[in-house]
């Protein structure tokens, strides 16, 4: 079992220590009705909206299940271990996406915050996330 990390909450030590990584595999958002049978260990994430049951799931799963599709993406996970009250991360990480025209849908864990991306958007999005980091250590400015 990973050990449990100690959360973070100061901001500027949460950028400077942001590690992004990317996960393997393409992700999808798709919205299911209620009642709809879904393996739950191919959930990633859910949230339940009036329209029906929003989830985030490896693409082959929901290929499989024959789920619409309304969003394929990159997942990109920050390893830093971000505090549930932490201030500002949400805000610095989609505020550098933006610069450099990324959309970004932010699911935060209880250990980590989680980015989905547009798949062909995902190896500049890194490049923006490793700039915010490094600016946040001093080392250079932000990409704009």
Do not use: K
């Amino acid at each position: 079992m990973t050990p449990i990390p100690t959360p973070i909450r100061d901001l500027p030590t949460l950028l400077a220590t942001l590690e992004p990584q990317v996960q393997s595999g393409i992700f999808v958002f798709t919205s299911v009705p209620p009642g709809t049978s879904i393996a739950p260990t191919a959930i990633v994430a859910s949230i339940r909206e009036p329209e029906g049951m929003t989830l985030i799931l490896p693409e082959a799963e929901a290929q499989q299940a024959g789920l619409p599709i309304l969003a394929r993406c990159a997942w990109i996970t920050l390893t830093v271990a971000s505090d549930l009250y932490a201030v500002g991360l949400t805000a610095a990480v989609a505020t550098a996406l933006t610069h450099v025209g990324i959309s970004c849908n932010i699911v935060a864990g209880a250990y980590h915050d989680h980015l989905f991306v547009p798949v062909e958007a995902a190896p500049r999005a890194l490049v923006a996330l490793h700039a915010l980091q490094a600016q946040a250590r001093g080392h250079v400015p932000a990409v704009s």
